[in-house]
């Protein structure tokens, strides 16, 4: 019913830059929520960025200041724009959107398939 497709991760030596990019596509009535988490294997899922209700940004902790997180409602997409990467922000990342679905009661969280983020040293 509901697809997130993420694009723009890869490799990149300590110190570069990336962007991230997630689009939503299907039986979407509306989006609340967009945002990314990345997860290392073997250790648990951690929040990114995300622009939750009423536009409320909220960023990881490791992140001060290196990244920028934007949300564009109206073409479903939301972007993560990475600079200062290090090689401990290697990681899958994944795309997720708190969609409400065309005729069905409820919101409910949508993931990607996640997008390889790999920082050399």
């Known amino acids: 019913q509901v697809q997130l497709v993420e694009s723009g991760g890869g490799l990149v030596q300590d110190g570069g830059s990336l962007t991230l990019s997630c689009t939503a596509s299907?039986?979407?009535?509306?989006?609340?929520?967009m945002g990314w988490y990345r997860q290392v294997p073997g250790e648990q899922r951690e929040l990114v960025a995300q622009?939750?209700?009423?536009?409320?940004?909220r960023y990881g902790n490791f992140v001060k200041g290196r990244f920028t997180i934007s949300k564009d409602s109206a073409k479903k997409t939301v972007s993560l724009q990475m600079n200062s990467l290090k090689p401990e922000d290697t990681a899958i990342y994944y795309c997720?959107?708190?969609?409400?679905?065309?005729?069905?009661?409820?919101?409910?969280?949508?993931w990607g398939q996640g997008t390889q983020v790999t920082v050399s040293s």
């Open positions: 622009v939750a209700s009423a536009g409320i940004v």
């Open positions: 299907g039986n979407i009535f509306s989006i609340d929520g």
């Open positions: 997720y959107a708190d969609v409400l679905v065309l005729n069905t009661e409820g919101w409910k969280y949508y």
